[in-house]
């Protein structure tokens, strides 16, 4: 039932468990086991199969290391804070279609929608609207937030198909990894040993399809992979009335009309890997209609791409091991950015003149990275890791032009001269004070040339207290820079860098058959960086907000068969001055999963979300957004390995009626509200088809 991913990103160099320690002792001797049950399975026992249910335990175990929270390789119930990892197999199982759906799933994440289609990630209320550069996204490792708006769209677009597994941090970290890691880190880790094809396609939606190959020659040490997806299609939605019926010009209108959502994406991603030696590309390409409209005029229902990002990203990499106690390794990165609008609809025709107005818009930044990790382990039980890091993002392009629009505009929109260099430094010293406790104490120290310097610290404590029991605590914080658009676009008392401090006591409670976390956190944001939100003409620094939340999260095995799954979280997010509540994302989520392994070949998979009512802008007259539940259903069909898979899934099963609050807009003085917000497809099928040769 469960695809637990392979351990594929192993400890580096100088990473280590202590031989001792009993939880080692207890999967060496359950491998041992697992091994000889797996190769000379029993006789029919009493249920007449084979018990490997060891094996079971062991590969979720082996699918359960990480290095995001620490860079170093560790099961993840034993770092600091709480991280996620999601199968992708597993995912797809449940009926997730992307990364943005799949991310959903993890407690305290919420998705949204911008007006053209960006799609947004909240945690625990963070992110709503314009201001969304709020958690680092990362593909295989790499950062691919844009400076431009701190988003990676085309990495949460990415089809589950081609990604190997998802890992998931909740709260600050910027301790490790710097900047835009202020509510969440999400890492996607695409597939590369596997041969696979698919194709997928849904109902008045998308279809396309990709596949993975991967070579490898042992006695050269040699191996690479090329990952490979490209997908097109439509998946508008009804709509009933736009911005211009409250404002009394329905005869402009296009609604009662479809949303333009069409899309066209592409992704490719190589990698190769010669001894001790890497290298990888990636090419992200990913156009989508105008959605609701810029100004939340519903564009024309034509199919057209209005916009569309690129990414080109390059790295090199070198792992070296000094001594048994002592490795490094270093790394080049390149990246650039490009987002164009095409016709991107902004005003209908008669609204200015006898023409629509349109806007077309070229944007291109080149980002360059060097970097060096040095891993230390002085005694058996400390660990230190100390890493240097240096980064150029310099703007290449900022164009654009008005179609229709009389007023003449300059021909460029932010200074083509803009800049930024970053230098960075890290320590981190992991502290095992016996067999039970694990201290982990880390500093960032990042310095902007145009901002100043900060300082990320986290302190961290794992009691494992027995095999069965164990409590985290964690103090950490976290920074979030402007990002060019942002400071070319600023209010007139100017904009700064926004903090935020959390606190974190977990608690993991495991059985044979169940396991359950459990969170308390409460974060302060200092100076948090909004749009427009308090009648300024810009970007801006609002006023400091609390979070206060839990998070619960249940797993449970009735057999090996049946597995339930849930997780509940809550969050109550206020501004510190008035007690208004943070607009856009939900104070209740809940997840709840039942995946039935009918037989060796057939799975079945319900998925329900509940997302809880949303709270309005300041300035938004509306009630808050209904509470909405979601239902998904997914078969899936398994041959033995290699061979076929089939996954028949609906979308919506039940045709709630799903969505998304729209965001406050207005120009000129003048209210533009989408009095629907903006809604989702009605129930809808998918498929997807695959071959693992």
Request: glycine content about 10%.
């Amino acid at each position: 039932m469960d695809h637990p991913a392979a351990a594929s990103q192993s400890a580096p160099p100088g990473a280590h468990i202590p031989q001792s320690h009993p939880v080692r002792q207890r999967l060496l001797r359950r491998l041992s086991l697992s091994l000889m049950l797996l190769a000379f399975p029993p006789g029919p026992g009493r249920a007449g199969e084979p018990d490997t249910d060891g094996a079971r335990e062991l590969l979720a175990l082996l699918g359960n290391q990480t290095e995001l929270a620490t860079k170093t390789g560790m099961n993840a119930d034993f770092i600091p804070g709480m991280v996620t990892i999601l199968s992708g197999s597993d995912m797809l199982t449940r009926g997730a279609r992307t990364v943005w759906e799949a991310v959903s799933l993890v407690p305290g994440i919420s998705p949204g929608i911008e007006a053209t289609g960006e799609r947004l990630l909240l945690s625990r209320g963070v992110g709503h609207g314009y201001a969304s550069g709020n958690i680092k996204v990362m593909l295989d490792g790499m950062s691919m937030n844009s400076t431009l708006n701190a988003t990676a769209n085309p990495v949460l677009n990415l089809p589950i198909e081609q990604v190997e597994r998802i890992e998931v941090i909740r709260g600050p970290g910027s301790s490790v990894y710097g900047e835009y890691a202020y509510a969440g880190v999400v890492n996607v880790i695409t597939k590369r040993r596997e041969r696979t094809l698919h194709i997928q396609g849904a109902q008045e939606a998308d279809y396309g399809g990709g596949g993975v190959w991967y070579w490898e020659n042992p006695k050269l040490g040699l191996t690479s992979s090329v990952n490979l997806v490209g997908v097109q299609g439509n998946g508008g939605v009804q709509v009933n009335e736009d911005a211009l019926f409250p404002i009394g010009r329905p005869e402009l209108s296009n609604a009662p009309g479809t949303s333009n959502e069409a899309k066209r994406y592409g992704a490719l991603v190589a990698n190769v890997q010669w001894r001790d030696t890497s290298a990888s590309l990636s090419v992200l390409d990913d156009a989508n209609g105008d959605h609701f409209g810029i100004n939340h005029f519903l564009p024309p229902s034509d199919e057209h791409l209005a916009s569309r990002q690129r990414y080109f990203t390059g790295q090199i990499g070198q792992d070296w091991r000094l001594s048994e106690t002592l490795s490094a390794r270093a790394r080049v990165e390149g990246m650039q950015h490009q987002r164009d609008r095409d016709g991107l609809y902004v005003f209908p025709q008669g609204y200015f003149g006898d023409r629509p107005v349109t806007l077309d818009q070229g944007y291109q930044e080149t980002t360059m990275l060097a970097a060096a990790d040095v891993h230390w382990r002085p005694l058996p039980d400390h660990q230190l890791l100390f890493g240097l890091e240096a980064k150029q993002v310099e703007v290449d392009e900022a164009s654009w032009a008005f179609q229709g629009f009389l007023h003449p505009l300059p021909p460029t929109w932010m200074d083509t001269d803009t800049r930024r260099r970053v230098l960075s430094a890290l320590v981190q010293d992991e502290f095992r004070a016996g067999e039970r406790l694990s201290l982990t104490a880390t500093l960032r120290y990042d310095d902007y040339d145009d901002l100043g310097a900060y300082a990320s610290p986290r302190a961290a404590a794992v009691w494992r207290i027995n095999d069965q029991n164990i409590l985290k605590f964690q103090y950490a914080q976290a920074f979030r820079p402007p990002t060019f658009y942002e400071l070319t676009y600023p209010d007139p008392d100017g904009i700064d860098l926004s903090q935020i401090a959390t606190y974190e006591l977990g608690y993991i409670l495991k059985r044979p058959a169940w396991e359950a976390r459990f969170i308390l956190f409460h974060s302060d944001l200092t100076a948090p960086i909004v749009f427009d939100e308090l009648g300024s003409s810009g970007y801006t620094n609002g006023p400091d907000t609390t979070l206060d939340g839990v998070e619960l999260e249940y797993q449970h095995r009735f057999g090996s068969r049946i597995k339930v799954d849930a997780n509940l979280s809550y969050v109550d997010a206020r501004r510190q001055a008035t007690d208004d509540p943070l607009p856009g994302g939900p104070s209740l989520l809940g997840n709840l999963a039942l995946l039935w392994q009918a037989t060796d070949q057939w799975t079945a998979a319900l998925q329900l979300r509940y997302v809880g009512p949303r709270d309005r802008d300041a300035r938004d007259e509306r009630p808050p957004l209904n509470g909405q539940t979601q239902a998904n259903l997914t078969l899936n069909w398994h041959a033995p390995h290699p061979g076929l898979q089939v996954h028949l899934g609906v979308k919506n099963l039940l045709n709630a009626d799903i969505r998304y609050p729209s965001q406050f807009q207005q120009f000129d003085g003048v209210e533009l509200p989408y009095l629907q917000d903006y809604p989702r497809p009605e129930r809808r099928l998918w498929l997807s088809v695959g071959y693992s040769f």
